[in-house]
């Protein structure tokens, strides 16, 4: 049984790292996304181009 306690304990343990972990990803992509964002580009037509290859 003290076996068992140890292993909840354990999972519970990596369970709490894995959710700090998620949120911490969660944070990043957020600001990730809003640095690309400075970076979008203008219709250059490449698209019309392309369709002539």
């Not at 519970?12 to 996304?33: I, K, M």
Request: cysteine-free; glycine content about 2%; charged content about 25%.
């Amino acid at each position: 049984i003290s076996e068992m306690d140890r292993v909840t304990q354990q999972n519970a343990s990596l369970v709490e790292e894995a959710s700090a972990a998620a949120a911490s990803l969660e944070e990043q992509a957020a600001r990730l996304t809003q640095a690309v964002d400075a970076f979008r580009l203008q219709d250059t037509g490449a698209t019309m181009r392309s369709s002539f290859l």
